[in-house]
């Protein structure tokens, strides 16, 4: 499954093994990506119905994911609010309320082509990440534990250059620590990584208040599934800038912390605004 523009949760992107504890309690999940579980399971919040709100200059969309809902615990609200901004931004707000201890990591899946959507592939954008360490996986896509320098890598996007330029076998499909990790914790966007297309003279800019950026390649796109005016999208004919906190963060206790508590907000925003 894509997840094609989607927003995915409870916890975005894949927790090893399909389990994890929490104040002592163990807590199975589905193993619906090989031995893991990805984008909250077999029915993530992609495949729930939520209520729209729309206004005058935004719509929010709103679900209630209950106790015990794909494994999770704690019964959680959350919303999803839309809006355009005036510099041909895209803003999203992501706010959760739980009743229980529970893990969250909310985030955007979309995929982006700036030479259009049945331009090919993305491998001839310039890409520019604000980044000087990622989190390297193992064969399954999780991560080691190891936070490493990006100089000298494949991972180096410190300076704009293509993607194809120095590019992994298999793609990027990686968690990037943003350089500015504490802005997680004031709410305060920060510039988190640019991409060009010199074909168009098109420009994003992604802003952020999250600790991490899963920058994925659409590896696993197949020609399948069939957008716009009949177009089949094939492996890297998309890419992903996912702004989230880090993968299978629940079973790192030196990642960032993806646990809500009783009394507490989630609350994260990403921008991604346009030029040409």
């Known amino acids: 499954m894509p997840y094609f523009g989607v927003t995915v949760g409870r916890v975005a992107n894949r927790i090893a093994m399909g389990k994890f504890s929490l104040d ?17 399971g077999e029915i993530g919040f992609d495949e729930k119905l939520w209520i729209s709100e729309p ?5 929010t969309f709103r679900y209630t994911s209950e ?11 959350v919303s999803v ?35 259009g959507h049945a331009s090919g592939s993305v491998l001839d954008h310039d890409v520019q990440i604000f980044a000087s ?38 793609g990027f499909d990686h968690n990037f620590v943003l350089s500015v990790p504490t802005h997680a914790m004031t709410g305060t966007l920060q510039l988190v990584a640019k991409v060009f297309h010199s074909e168009t003279g098109r420009t994003m ?9 899963q920058f994925y390649t659409g590896n696993f796109l197949d020609g399948t599934k069939i957008g716009k005016g009949g177009c089949a999208y094939h492996k890297h004919n998309g890419f992903c800038m996912e702004t989230q906190n880090f ?8 990642f960032p912390s993806s646990v809500l508590r009783p009394g507490k907000e989630y609350a994260h925003e990403t921008v991604y605004q346009f030029s040409w």
């Not at 534990?145 to 120095?166: E, L, M, N, Y």
């Not at 800019?205 to 950026?213: K, M």
């Not at 993968?247 to 030196?254: K, L």
């Open 24 to 40: 002592g309690a163990e807590f199975k999940l589905a193993q619906n990506n090989g031995p893991n579980h990805l984008h909250g």
């Open 205 to 213: 800019t992604i802003f952020s208040t999250q600790p991490g950026l």
């Open 133 to 170: 360490s990622y989190t390297p996986v193992d064969d399954t896509l999780i991560p080691t534990g190891q936070i490493a320098d990006v100089k000298g890598t494949a991972f180096d996007f410190t300076q704009p250059r293509t993607i194809k330029s120095s590019f992994p076998q298999n």
């Open 81 to 115: 609010t839309f809006s355009m901004t005036q510099e041909n931004g895209i803003r999203i707000q992501y706010k959760a309320k739980s009743d229980k201890p529970t893990p969250v990591n909310l985030s955007n899946h979309s995929y982006f082509n700036l030479g």
């Open 67 to 77: 106790d015990g809902e794909e494994g999770y615990p704690g019964q959680l609200d």
């Open 247 to 254: 993968p299978d963060a629940i079973n790192h206790d030196a």
């Open 55 to 59: 206004n005058d200059d935004c719509v």
